[in-house]
């Protein structure tokens, strides 16, 4: 992996209070961050903003001279299409003042005082998609210039473009990114024993990671529930197969068109009870029956907001049993050829304790 972008990302830190800023600024070094930028002054932070575009807005509203929120109008004005992402912290906590904020275009809020880490997990989780959508405007921009560049050096963009994107869905649900590790790694060995060459099992490695991309745009109300969904918040959730799609199509490359197809087919079953498509047995792309079993199997076995990781034992038992029926047969049979290694895998990418 290259050197972490994200450390590099520049952030502002807008608060009137100096003991704020020192908090702020210290944190944030921290944790690896090297461009800050404290502001205290909140009518400075539109030069500033002019001069220097940061990557991302840490921002007080109760502030004199001009409060947060005219320093969110202040930057609307400039309709940049790429204003980064605002987070509010505020002591403030009601209803109109965050309604206020988030037409203003805050992302996020956070209430003072705050959880350390809980500040840092957003932070974080607001560059990933901010440094996401910049790679992938940049790498349009790029293509166009560089159509005859060595497709090595391409490969390596899309790489960090689909690896980001992999890790800034999983950083919703599943904040340490090792379910994409486990379940890649399990994807690509069950196309490597089902025949696939060591391209095409490269190129699941790297597209099965987004599997689940589309769950950027399912509200955390329903992610995070911790209880069962109802059948219109599941609904609402099985979208993520097509949103995922949607984002991934158009591309010419073959990392991404895999990764299209694997987003859209991973949840679609054997006897075509599954979504999006309800599509039947061969019917279903080969990709997406591979990455069904390595992502179900690494589902059950890890815990989620909704629910206890199983042992090992029950989640191959209920692989077994839904051989024929959610998973395609072939695809169980490979599976449990190679369940040693798989369960190697598994246990090499563990969860920290
Ligand atoms: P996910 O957590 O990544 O789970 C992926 C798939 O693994 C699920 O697809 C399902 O086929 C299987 N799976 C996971 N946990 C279990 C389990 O406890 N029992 C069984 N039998 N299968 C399990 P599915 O069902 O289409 O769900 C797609 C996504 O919807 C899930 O991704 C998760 O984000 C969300 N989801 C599903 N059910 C619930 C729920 O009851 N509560 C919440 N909060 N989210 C849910
Ligand atoms: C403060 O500025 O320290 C408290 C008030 C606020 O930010 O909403
Ligand atoms: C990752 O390393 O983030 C996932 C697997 C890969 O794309 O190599
Ligand atoms: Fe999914
Ligand atoms: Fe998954």
């Not at 950027?216 to 995070?224: A, K, N, V």
Request: charged share 25%; hydrophobic share 45%.
């Amino acid at each position: 992996m290259t050197p972490d972008l994200i450390e590099r990302s520049s952030i502002f830190i807008v608060d009137d209070e100096q003991a704020n800023l020192r908090l702020l600024n210290k944190l944030l070094a921290r944790q690896g961050y090297h461009h800050l930028v404290p502001i205290q002054d909140s009518r400075e932070v539109l030069a500033r903003y002019q001069a220097q575009r940061p990557d991302l807005i840490l921002l007080d509203i109760s502030m004199p001279h001009l409060d947060g929120y005219q320093v969110m109008a202040q930057l609307n004005a400039l309709n940049d299409p790429f204003m980064p992402p605002i987070i509010v912290i505020t002591a403030e906590y009601s209803r109109e003042q965050i309604l206020k904020a988030l037409t203003l275009g805050a992302r996020d809020l956070i209430g003072k005082p705050f959880d350390h880490n809980e500040l840092l997990m957003r932070v974080r989780n607001l560059l990933d998609v901010q440094l996401a959508q910049r790679l992938l405007h940049d790498q349009k921009a790029v293509l166009e210039d560089m159509v005859r560049m060595r497709t090595e050096d391409l490969k390596q963009t899309r790489l960090q473009v689909v690896r980001r994107l992999g890790r800034v869905a999983e950083y919703r649900d599943n904040e340490t990114g090792l379910h994409i590790v486990r379940m890649s790694q399990v994807s690509a060995l069950l196309a490597r024993s089902m025949g696939w060459s060591a391209d095409q099992c490269e190129l699941m490695l790297h597209a099965s990671p987004m599997h689940d991309i589309g769950k950027i745009g399912i509200r955390d109300e329903i992610l995070l529930k911790p209880g069962k969904l109802t059948v219109s918040e599941f609904n609402i959730m099985k979208t993520h197969a097509s949103i995922g799609a949607d984002m991934l199509a158009g591309d010419d490359s073959e990392l991404l068109q895999l990764a299209h197809t694997i987003a859209l087919s991973h949840h679609e079953k054997w006897d075509g009870s599954g979504y999006p498509g309800g599509l039947i047995g061969q019917a279903i792309p080969m990709a997406g029956r591979i990455v069904a079993v390595a992502d179900v199997f690494d589902a059950l076995t890890s815990s989620r907001p909704y629910k206890e990781a199983w042992p090992v034992d029950k989640a191959v038992a209920y692989i077994t049993e839904n051989s024929g029926k959610h998973f395609d047969p072939d695809v169980v049979v490979h599976f449990l050829r190679h369940l040693p290694e798989i369960i190697a895998i598994v246990e090499f990418h563990a969860e920290p304790a």
